[in-house]
């Protein structure tokens, strides 16, 4: 069981990966979970699922990397004492939060790209993102050599494309994936729900209500146009401006044919609620 009390903060991979290999050398099982801070209960449902392991790390790091050009790098929220302060008494042994250098150092010129999961969706919408993500991900295990690695399903095409990462270079992690977790009204947990004024907050549930009338839709054996005009209609109806709306393959996020039904779907969700950019999915089989 993990212990309670206070993390420690780490901010040098080599001291924290020390840690970490210490820890397994003396039979203890690492689960890791990252984030890019501004933590909620969506992040802490991972440390949760991630107490099943002797000692937990969460690390802490806003990814330049992953950001496009003209999205929120500067602006999104940055909260060390208040994420620690959330932190405490839950079980994590260690907090790690590099400085940006730690993880990019002068000269840095690699980069992962995953093809394949990669391509469609998130990855069309915001060009380089999952390179971002797969070359942060891929540098965070070097650094925290943890049994498994913990991810929410809110980010779906995310787990896809480490998944295939971790397959593809043989990385000796298990990937877990844990439900994502909702407001009251439905409203999909995310540290980008503080850029909501009030009007776009009550807006943004369009984008769960859209999924679960798809579901609804799905399971009483609609076709995939059918659960997708479904998904769709709460989101004009809320002039939600829909990067995407789609029930694809779960494993593959190829799109299904329109007139499927009763095959394994998940439907995907991507729009601009103002100038916030939220995304959202749900399993439908
Ligand atoms: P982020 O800090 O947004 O990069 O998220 C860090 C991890 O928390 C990722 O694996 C996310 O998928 C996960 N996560 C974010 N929001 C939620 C949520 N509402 N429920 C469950 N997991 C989440």
């Given at each position: 069981m993990p212990r309670p009390g206070v993390p420690q903060i780490e901010t040098d991979p080599a001291i924290l990966r020390q840690h970490v290999l210490d820890a397994a050398a003396a039979g203890r099982r690492v689960g890791f979970v990252p984030t890019m801070g501004a933590l909620h209960a969506g992040h802490l449902s991972l440390v949760k699922a991630a107490a099943d392991c002797d000692d937990v790390v969460v690390s802490i790091f806003v990814n330049p990397t992953q950001f496009g050009p003209g999205e929120d790098f500067e602006r999104y929220p940055r909260s060390l004492q208040a994420d620690c302060e959330l932190l405490a008494?839950?079980?994590?042994?260690w907090v790690f939060a590099p400085p940006v250098e730690a993880i990019y150092p002068a000269g840095d010129a690699t980069r992962i790209t995953v093809d394949g999961p990669s391509r469609r969706w998130e990855g069309e919408h915001r060009p380089g993102h999952f390179q971002g993500v797969a070359t942060v991900v891929g540098k965070l295990f070097m650094m925290v050599p943890a049994a498994a690695a913990y991810f929410g399903a809110k980010d779906w095409q995310q787990t896809v494309v480490v998944r295939r990462m971790v397959r593809d270079l043989a990385i000796p992690i298990e990937i877990v994936v844990c439900p994502t977790m909702r407001e009251p009204d439905g409203l999909a947990m995310s540290s980008r729900n503080v850029y909501l004024s009030a009007d776009e907050r009550q807006r943004a549930v369009s984008l769960s209500a859209g999924l679960t009338e798809a579901r609804r839709v799905w399971q009483g054996g609609a076709n995939v146009a059918t659960a997708e005009r479904a998904l769709r209609e709460p989101l004009t109806h809320h002039a939600v401006q829909v990067d995407y709306a789609v029930l694809v393959d779960p494993t593959t996020l190829e799109p299904l044919p329109a007139q499927a039904s009763g095959v394994p779907a998940i439907a995907l969700v991507a729009g601009r609620v103002g100038s916030t950019r939220l995304i959202d999915n749900l399993l439908l089989s």
């Open positions: 008494d839950v079980g994590v042994r």
